[in-house]
């Protein structure tokens, strides 16, 4: 059974608070989760909640997320 629970998440470019519903299943394994807040979207790709505002350029969340969790394989790098 998957498990929802809400959590507070700053999004990775400047900090901005979202409400998220984070969603794990029952091993605690990261699925995903949903941005509750207006104005945030959620960053995929890095198994773990990640929030960006709307208005921040996937190249601008991309830099944040890598300088914070490292470099990861993207199907459009470059
Ligand atoms: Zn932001």
Not at 14 to 33: F, I, T
């Amino acid at each position: 059974m998957a498990e929802a629970k809400g959590e507070t998440h700053g999004c990775i470019v400047c900090g901005k608070l979202y409400q998220l519903y984070v969603v794990h299943d029952s091993e605690g394994n990261y699925l995903g989760s949903k941005v509750m807040s207006a104005g945030g979207k959620e960053v995929t790709g890095y198994g773990r909640p990640l929030v960006a505002c709307e208005t921040h350029s996937a190249d601008e969340i991309g830099r944040a997320a890598e300088r914070v969790y490292g470099k990861q394989p993207a199907p459009e790098d470059e």
